[in-house]
Structures are given as C-alpha cells and as structure tokens.
C-alpha cells in the first residue's frame, strides 16, 4: 500500500508535558482518513508538525514518499492544502475578494480558482462579504482556498465544528467527492458520528496516543456486534442470561425496544457464538420462547466505548 503521509514515532512535548507520543500515522493515498480523538488528544497538534507549523520534539514524517526535511518541506507543502482550526478570509470582504487574493498570492490560473469554488458548491455566494457567511459558508470558503492549488493531500482540522446536522452533512458529502476526484483527504474530528461512513480509514488518539489505526472494515471486523434476543418474558431472559455462563464479564445485558417490533428485546453485548448458543439453550430450557436472535449493525460509537473499554481512553 502507498501511504501519502507516513510517520515514524513522531512526537511533541512541551515543557515537560508529552502532547503527542511515538505516533506511526499511515494515511493510505486515495482514501479518506480520519483523525478521532477527545478534546485534547494531540489531533491539531499533530497536523501542525504534518504542515511544518510547529516543529516536533522527536520523530520524522514522510509526505508522498519524501521525508520533510528543511531541503524539501517547501515543494512538500505545496502539494498540500489545509484548514487548520478557524476558517480563514478577510471577513471584510467578498468570497470572490479573497479567492482572488488565493490566486496572486500561489500563482494559480482563474480555471483553478473556479473549479475549486464550483467543488465546494459555493458559485452563488461569491459576491456577498464573508462577515455575512454562515459559519458553513466559511467552512466551505476555507477549503474552496485550500483546494485551489488542486493538492494531492487535503489537511482539514474539525471542518465539521459548530456546523448543524445539515452544514455537517454537506461536508461529508463534499469529502466523498473529493476522494471520487482522487484527493486523499485527513480530517479530524471529536465527534465520532461527523466521520462515521465517510472514512475509509480511522485513526483513533487518545492522550497523544493512537489507539487504533487501520481501516473501517477491519475496525468493525474486530469488535462483535451487540446480540439482540426477542423472546417471551423478556424481563425473565434478561435477568437468566445476566447470570449464564455464556456471558462475559465485560458483557451488559439490558432490555430494549427495538424497531423490528413493540415487544422488548435483551441485548447482549460482547457475546461470541458459543455464548449465544449457551444463551439460548438457556432460555430454552427454561420454557421461554425464542422468536428472533440476531447481530445489531454497529456503529462509529459502540466501537469507540467498546476500545475505551479495553483500557484505550
Ligand atoms: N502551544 C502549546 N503549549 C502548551 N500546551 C499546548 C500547546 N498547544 C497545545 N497544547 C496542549 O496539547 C494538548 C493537545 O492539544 P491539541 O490542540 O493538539 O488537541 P486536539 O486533539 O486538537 O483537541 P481539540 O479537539 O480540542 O481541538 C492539549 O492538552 C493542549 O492544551
Ligand atoms: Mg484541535
């Protein structure tokens, strides 16, 4: 696999504070990678070191196959675009005003300064001030700029902050498009759900640290599903299966409504196939019926508790 960024044990201290620590980051070329983390967890710390913004205390980076060294961060980063934590522009003036400012300042052509406009689907606003933008707006203005230059690598920092459910979902879509038109795109996020489904690839931190790394199929390959039981006297099951030796300390059992049906359901979760074949003939044994057992789809979140169980956060 070809990895657009790459590096080995990067780290940064300040003072006598480790923020990020021995980091090995694998962002594959094509994909969408993205950069989860709680508040504090090193996310923007690290994508400053990525764009030679601050420098880091140990480790290197490798951009497109090239270490960053003095000699060649310059051409590195110019293969680059960013938006680093607020969006940037001169609120004083039009979208247009400071796409043009874009366009003198890296020597692009027009060509490219529409395209990248059209990309973010911002055309109809480019002559009203960005002070009268909504903070969507501003966002997409922001990687209109980082676009511009047509890089090879997208650096966003939380594009998604303050945005409502509907800002958020025009983001996402606007990465898949991008990785459609061949862009890999690293976007990070303290919110699991924003990234949910429009990452390929998960790069989990916490503390500095990462957590997990690889890419969304295998993280949901390597956690089980939560096991749903629709059965009679649900109350009966929970409380026989929360003692039946199928079931694993780290396991919850707890009554649910689900959508399939009004009755409740007892949902499981952590329970491999032996258990659940333990579970029901168990509950089979003790004369309740069982109507339905079946997988729960998994989502970003589940996953996230279930690695924090396991000592992550
Ligand atoms: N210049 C600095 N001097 C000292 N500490 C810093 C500095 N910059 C960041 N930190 C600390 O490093 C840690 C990581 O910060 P960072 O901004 O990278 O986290 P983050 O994951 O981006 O968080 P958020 O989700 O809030 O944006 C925090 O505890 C922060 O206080
Ligand atoms: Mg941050």
């Known amino acids: 696999m070809t990895y657009l960024v790459e590096t080995d044990q990067l780290s940064k201290n300040y003072g006598d504070r480790a923020v990020v620590e021995n980091l090995d980051l694998r962002v594959p070329a094509g994909s969408v990678y993205g950069f989860l983390g709680p508040n504090g967890s090193g996310k923007s710390t690290t994508m400053k070191m990525l764009l030679n913004l601050i420098q880091p205390s140990a480790g290197s980076i490798n951009i497109m196959g090239q270490p960053m060294t003095r000699g060649t961060r310059r051409g590195l980063l110019g293969h680059i675009g960013s938006l680093i934590e607020n969006p940037p522009g001169y609120s004083h003036l039009t979208g247009r005003e400071n796409m043009a400012i874009v366009e003198r300042l890296s020597d692009l052509s027009s060509l490219q300064i529409d395209r ?4 973010v689907k911002l055309e109809k606003q480019m002559d009203k ?22 890089p090879s690598l997208l650096i966003l920092d939380e594009p998604t902050n303050g945005l409502d459910p509907a800002g958020i979902d025009e983001i996402r879509g606007l990465l898949h498009d991008l990785s459609q038109a061949g862009v890999t795109v ?18 989990i931190l916490s503390n500095g640290r990462m957590i997990f790394q690889s890419s969304r199929e295998e993280l949901f390959a390597s956690t089980i599903p939560n096991l749903l039981v629709r059965c009679s006297q649900p109350r ?12 694993q300390h780290s396991s919850e059992v707890q009554l649910t409504s689900t959508e399939s049906g009004p009755a409740e359901t007892v949902r499981i979760s952590n329970m491999d196939d032996a258990g659940t074949a333990q579970a029901v003939a168990t509950l089979v044994r003790q004369d309740i019926d069982v109507f339905d057992v079946r997988r729960e789809e998994q989502n970003l979140e589940d996953l996230f508790r279930n690695l924090t169980h396991q000592g992550g956060l």
């Not at 990248?116 to 990309?119: E, N, Q, S």
């Open 129 to 150: 001030k960005v002070k009268n933008y909504s903070l969507g707006m501003k966002q997409r203005l922001g990687i209109a700029m980082a676009l511009a230059k047509e």
């Open 236 to 247: 009966k099951a929970r409380e026989l299966l929360a003692h039946s030796a199928g079931v």
């Open 186 to 203: 690293m976007v990070s996020s303290h919110l699991l759900g924003e990234i949910d489904k429009t990452a390929t690839h998960l790069g």
């Open 116 to 119: 990248a406009i059209h990309a």
